[in-house]
């Protein structure tokens, strides 16, 4: 899950809690470690570039759009995401209009970015729930909340988890977060960065508490495009990686 770049303008722990990744010194970048973490950022963002992006470059200004096409986004890659987005919102503009059809017919539409039944009943649900707490089909009163009460309530809509709560808050809201997909995990595994067998949760918790606010989106947009063009599942490519000195895993074979 990620907000591609492409589309502008047109993501509970178990009962068992895992050890916390090493302590970090945040935000501060005293320490070597924190020193590290952001050394690694700055050649990924020489790398790919991501963090010159205008804030809500990736946004269309209204949160709910953004929530959406991440919940559409899970389980999906984005070409997909995006026909189903596009598919929806070409047909019913107004979200009202959206949340007056069937889970059924939302189905229908939404069908290229897969779990059709499941995103529609969620969606639906959402919409409802947006409705009842604003009185109209916007998350823009979000936007003078704090953070901390954003994310409470974005976590607390149906079907939302820690991943797309970030999204919505980094892309949608200009708002520290970091969400943690599956290249941001394994990347951040293999840098050294938290423990093997971390989950996706705790990276998220780790790279809030470390990375400074401006470089979310950036940092975040970069390891993703990492992780899919050099640091790859199957055979990541060290040879050419920039920062093959820096990785705890260098010359892995793959996952
Ligand atoms: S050195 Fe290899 S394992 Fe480490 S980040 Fe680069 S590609 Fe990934």
């Given amino acids: 899950m990620s907000r591609a770049k492409g589309k502008t303008k047109s993501q509970p722990a178990g009962t068992t809690r895992e050890p916390a990744p090493?302590?970090?010194?945040t935000n501060t970048g005293s320490t070597d470690e924190a020193k590290r973490i952001l050394a690694v950022l700055d050649e990924l963002d020489t790398a790919y570039g991501n963090d010159g992006m205008p804030p809500g470059a990736l946004s269309t200004g209204e949160p709910l759009d953004?929530?959406?096409?991440?919940?559409?986004?899970q389980n999906t890659n984005d070409r997909n995401r995006d026909m189903a987005?596009?598919?929806?919102?070409?047909?019913?503009?107004?979200?009202?209009?959206?949340?007056?059809?069937t889970?059924?017919?939302?189905?229908?539409l939404i069908r290229p970015a897969g779990l059709g039944d499941t995103k529609s009943v969620?969606?639906?649900?959402?919409?409802?729930?947006?409705?009842?707490?604003?009185g109209g089909y916007s998350l823009s009163p979000l936007k003078d909340l704090a953070?901390?009460?954003?994310?409470?309530?974005?976590?607390?809509?149906p079907g939302?988890?820690?991943?797309?709560?970030?999204?919505?808050?980094?892309?949608?809201?200009?708002m520290p977060a970091f969400p943690v997909d599956t290249h941001v995990a394994r990347v951040s595994r293999r840098l050294g960065w938290v423990a093997e067998r971390t989950s996706p949760e705790r990276i998220q918790e780790f790279l809030e508490s470390s990375v400074p606010p401006e470089r979310c989106a950036g940092g975040h947009l970069n390891m993703i495009e990492h992780g899919r063009s050099v640091c790859?599942?199957?055979?990541?490519?060290c040879g050419s990686c920039v920062v093959e000195g820096m990785c705890e895993r260098v010359g892995v074979s793959g996952d």
Avoid: H
Avoid at 22 to 25: A, D, V
Avoid at 122 to 134: T, V
């Fill in 103 to 108: 889970p059924a017919e939302i189905a229908a």
């Fill in 232 to 237: 790859g599942a199957r055979r990541p490519k």
């Fill in 22 to 25: 090493r302590p970090l010194q």
């Fill in 85 to 101: 987005y596009d598919a929806l919102r070409g047909r019913y503009p107004a979200w009202e209009d959206v949340a007056a059809l």
């Fill in 122 to 134: 969620r969606m639906k649900a959402i919409l409802e729930q947006i409705r009842s707490d604003f």
């Fill in 66 to 73: 953004g929530l959406i096409l991440t919940l559409l986004s």
């Fill in 160 to 174: 939302i988890g820690p991943k797309t709560v970030a999204c919505v808050m980094v892309f949608d809201l200009d």
């Fill in 147 to 157: 953070p901390d009460d954003v994310r409470r309530y974005l976590s607390n809509l």
